[in-house]
């Protein structure tokens, strides 16, 4: 299962402009064959367009099935990718492939590529479920009551992915601070709590490692459990959490 798969240098529509920190763990070439592409909206850094086609058009393999917001479809099949193998949610519905559950949950975002397209999607993040485990992406959110909903309907998650960068006081409608994202967490109290979107792009005015920094105390003050990976690296619930970064300048 692949969640937002982005692994171009850039994620703007000008290439000079949100460079990657570091190359990708590994190139598409190198990945196994993926089942199921999960899309959570349509933004350069979450949506990106060779990489989408590449995998929709892999040779020798079963082609993804991809599990999107509503009106995401037609992006894809501007790149080749079949309507059969595309499934459209709205927010609480579910698709279920091989045993594996996937919920479309609400986030506070927006969508569009151009100047045209603005809201002409949906988005939103997921919950994955299989036998015992939940697994919660929350794709990009501001702040509000659907994380108290969310945490109501699925009182059990695994492991947290929770926005964590790339937030800025100019647009609070957008993405979570590092505050608003222990808060989420408290809310949902996961097992694990991992802190996304804030290792891979300068998209923001803050320095890079701002966001854990200032949100991992705070996740520790209310007895949470943090889950931070270096890039890369195979991982579990069960890992030890290292706060690698704090070495790093």
């Known amino acids: 299962v692949a969640i937002d798969p982005v692994l171009g240098e850039s994620v703007s529509p000008l290439a000079i402009h949100m460079k990657r920190f ?37 040779k020798g393999e079963a082609p993804a099935h991809f599990i999107v917001p509503l009106g995401l479809g037609v992006y894809l099949q501007a790149l080749g ?58 794709s990009d959110s501001a702040y509000g009551p659907h994380f108290a909903e969310i945490a109501r309907r699925f009182p059990r998650i695994d492991l947290a992915f929770i926005e964590n960068g790339q937030y800025d006081r100019r647009w609070p409608d957008n993405h979570l601070s590092p505050e608003q994202t222990a808060q989420v967490a408290a809310e949902l109290q996961p097992r694990r709590i991992m802190p996304v979107h804030w290792g891979a792009y300068s998209m923001a005015y803050h320095p890079w490692d701002e ?21 890369g690296q195979v991982f579990d619930v069960t890992m030890p959490s290292e706060a690698w970064f704090l070495d790093v300048e």
């Open 22 to 58: 570091q190359p990708p763990a590994a190139p598409l070439s190198a990945w196994p064959a993926v089942d199921v592409v999960l899309l959570s909206h349509n933004h350069y850094d979450h949506f990106e367009e060779a990489s989408l086609r590449e995998l929709a058009q892999r």
């Open 81 to 138: 990718v079949a309507a059969t193998d595309i499934t459209e949610l709205d927010w609480w519905q579910a698709a279920e492939r091989a045993g594996v559950r996937y919920t479309l949950v609400p986030a506070w975002h927006s969508s569009g590529r151009g100047l045209r397209d603005g809201g002409k999607s949906f988005w939103g993040g997921f919950v994955i479920q299989h036998k015992c485990e939940t697994v919660y992406y929350s």
């Open 211 to 231: 966001p854990v920094r200032r949100s991992l105390p705070l996740l520790r003050e209310r007895g949470l459990h943090e889950l931070t990976p270096r890039l």
